[in-house]
């Protein structure tokens, strides 16, 4: 048994003695004082190792690309804040090499409205992690100079090519499609593909009213006018308005003027409207079967209303029998049909890229404007103006030039597809 005296006397003094000694205090507050410093240090370490993520985190964005479509040709590059790229030049295949530090794309290439002949196509990629790369297909040799005195979040290009090898020449077709085509011609590659944009709606006929209060009939009128700008503007197209004011067009008349205009294809722009204001989505219409089987029999009954049929001179036939302009008008229902499903696929994929779609396909319905045997025919609705979001978006400027360059970029694909002419 321990004698507590002992403990007493002995043992509470010694730990007395340790709890106070100022030499074991200094010790303890070194360990520690020693221990927070590595921890410390460590931090530091860290967030240096940390630095070049949060960079990437908070990079700086391209917003906008502009081509312009005069010779020479200027490309303009806007930023969210300043960078500095660096450019340069690749060939087999020639392109231009923008590489961005630290930057994102902000915006959808797909969407760019590329009219200049110099460009063939741009498209992204990156390098290495963090920046950015804009690359531009050019058509042929070229040099370039970079803009000096710019703004700083603003890179500007010019470059010139070889004139005589910018006109591009039409591509070689199998031999199904050259007969499947309906636009064949000797002189193709010196005659543009027209297009007719026909802007629904107008004057006394407003078409949909949207909740603010916002007309069809003007919404559609501004996107075809953009529409056309941007035709005209490009190679081997010619754009054709059935109406360029807010007047009215009786839907006779419009196909009365296509076919005067002698147009290759037929785009009839429009908005949708529901009973409902959630509907939303754009959607392309061609001619269903029913459509094509009534008009036919119309075509029938009134055989001295066109002269012509698909480039044929029905007066100038021999056989003037009603079978005969029954298998021909057939024939040519059939090809214009299945071109204007082309047509309408390619429109389609174009829109999808800048708006939601009703449908994911493209719709058959008897529209009357789209009733011309020969002129492969489409209705583009673009988007529901009941719909109260929907309205804002249709009658916002950019995204009615937005709208405008998808279908140029449909029209196009579609060109370059399947279309002789203008090819």
Not at 382 to 407: C, H, M, W
């Amino acid at each position: 048994m321990i004698n507590k005296n002992f403990i007493a006397d002995h043992i509470l003094p010694s730990l007395r003695a340790k709890r106070s000694n100022p030499s074991r205090k200094q010790s303890l507050k070194n360990f520690f004082g020693g221990a927070g410093r590595i921890f410390e240090m460590g931090c530091f370490a860290l967030l240096a190792m940390l630095l070049p993520l949060f960079a990437y985190a908070v990079s700086t964005k391209i917003t906008n690309i502009q081509i312009s479509n005069t010779t020479p040709c200027q490309i303009m590059i806007k930023l969210s804040s300043p960078v500095e790229p660096h450019i340069f030049t690749l060939a087999h295949p020639n392109r231009l090499v923008f590489d961005f530090p630290n930057t994102q794309l902000g915006i959808k290439l797909k969407s760019l409205a590329i009219t200049n002949p110099a460009i063939k196509d741009v498209r992204s990629g990156q390098p290495v992690p963090g920046t950015l790369r804009i690359v531009f297909d050019i058509t042929s040799s070229f040099h370039f100079e970079a803009a000096a005195n710019l703004p700083s979040q603003q890179v500007m290009v010019t470059l010139e090519t070889s004139a005589k090898n910018i006109e591009k020449k039409p591509k070689s077709q199998s031999k199904r499609d050259a007969i499947i085509s309906n636009k064949v011609s000797s002189s193709a590659e010196n005659h543009p593909l027209i297009v007719m944009i026909d802007p629904g709606h107008g004057g006394k006929d407003t078409g949909a009213i949207g909740k603010s209060g916002i007309q069809e009939k003007n919404v559609v009128l501004k996107i075809s006018k953009q529409l056309a700008n941007l035709i005209n503007h490009a190679p081997h197209m010619r754009a054709v308005l059935t109406r360029d004011g807010d007047y009215y067009v009786t839907l006779h008349n419009r196909l009365v003027l296509a076919r005067k205009n002698k147009a290759d294809i037929y785009i009839s722009v429009h908005a949708d409207s529901y009973f409902n204001n959630w509907a939303t989505g754009a959607s392309v219409y061609a001619l269903s079967k029913n459509g094509a089987t009534s008009i036919a029999a119309r075509w029938l009954a009134r055989r001295d209303n066109y002269s012509e049929l698909g480039g044929v001179a029905l007066s100038q036939l021999d056989d003037q029998s009603p079978l005969l302009r029954s298998v021909l008008i057939d024939l040519a229902q059939t090809v214009t049909v299945t071109d204007s499903m082309r047509l309408g696929t390619c429109l389609l994929n174009a829109i999808d890229d800048v708006a939601m779609l009703h449908y994911s396909r493209v719709e058959q319905a008897p529209f009357m404007v789209l009733k011309s045997p020969d002129i492969p025919s489409v209705l583009v609705e673009t988007g529901f103006i009941s719909n109260p979001k929907e309205e804002s978006r249709l009658n916002d400027k950019a995204y009615q030039y937005k709208l405008a360059v998808s279908l140029f970029n449909g029209i196009r694909d579609y060109q370059k597809k399947y279309a002789i002419i203008g090819g």
